[in-house]
């Protein structure tokens, strides 16, 4: 099982970044999919979700309205696409795969936001 992210760096304040996480390993297509982050000396936190079929969505509050998740299922994708992004928005952003019986986490992609 992989779940690999990629697309991360740095952001410009106001700018945009879109991650994508290519899974492989399981049942991609029947599978929840959200995002995750983790800045600097906090918890690991929502930031959104994706059911199997991408028919529902939801976001964290802090990132409602700039940012948009989507998924492929044909080639076993999900993406976050990040948009007027803030200093905050800075944080190791983590893919994440759950159904029944099964959690998988990636390694992780550094996204930061700076001028």
């Known amino acids: 099982v992989q779940l690999v992210e990629s697309g991360g760096g740095l952001g410009q304040p106001g700018g945009s970044l879109r991650l994508s996480c290519v899974a492989s390993g399981f049942g991609f297509s029947s599978s929840g999919m959200t995002w995750h982050r983790q800045g600097p000396g906090t918890e690991r936190e929502f930031v959104a979700a994706?059911?199997?079929?991408?028919?529902?969505?939801n976001y964290a509050n802090d990132v409602k309205g700039r940012f948009a998740i989507s998924r492929d299922n044909a080639k076993n994708t999900v993406y976050l696409q990040m948009n007027s992004l803030k200093r905050e928005d800075t944080a190791v952003y983590y893919c994440?795969?759950?159904?029944?019986?099964?959690?998988?986490w990636g390694q992780g992609t550094q996204v930061t936001v700076s001028s």
């Open positions: 994706i059911d199997s079929t991408g028919g529902t969505k």
């Open positions: 994440h795969a759950w159904g029944r019986g099964y959690d998988y």
